[in-house]
Nanobody, 124 residues
Framework: VQLQASGGGLVQAGGSLRLSCAAS????????MGWFRQGPGLEREFVAA????????YYSDSVKGRFTISRDSAKNTVYLQMNSLKPEDTAVYYC??????????????????WGQGTQVTVSS
């Protein structure tokens, strides 16, 4: 499975962006999709995740209530709607796909396929 992330950019604090992650190839190997981010000098951290064919969604505490993950199965695409952006949201955002179990939905180890990353910069 190949993942292509897009939609990053520069936005002022309080603004919004929508990231997209298009999956191609054998998506039957996927049952979960996630978004992670990595700021300068920081480790990659979990942002949000969803089951590929329905089920629950998961959010980190830092984005809950501001970000929304959704999917369009017909387009094999997962979205991350980011509202009320803050400067601390600045990072490279990565989409990931795989077959995570419930306990690994929020961990990098739960995913086997990664997109190339898209930069999100929030200015104050």
């Amino acid at each position: 499975v190949q993942l292509q992330a897009s939609g990053g950019g520069l936005v002022q604090a309080g603004g919004s962006l929508r990231l997209s992650c298009a999956a191609s190839g054998d998506t039957n190997n996927i049952n979960g999709m996630g978004w992670f981010r990595q700021g300068p000098g920081l480790e990659r951290e979990f942002v949000a995740a969803t089951r590929w064919r329905g089920g629950g969604t998961y959010y980190s505490d830092s984005v809950k209530g501001r970000f929304t993950i959704s999917r369009d199965s017909a387009k094999n695409t997962v979205y991350l709607q980011m509202n009320s952006l803050k400067p601390e949201d600045t990072a490279v955002y990565y989409c990931a796909g795989g077959r995570p179990i419930t306990s690994t939905m929020t961990t990098t180890g739960g995913y086997t396929n990664w997109g190339q990353g898209t930069q999100v910069t929030v200015s104050s």
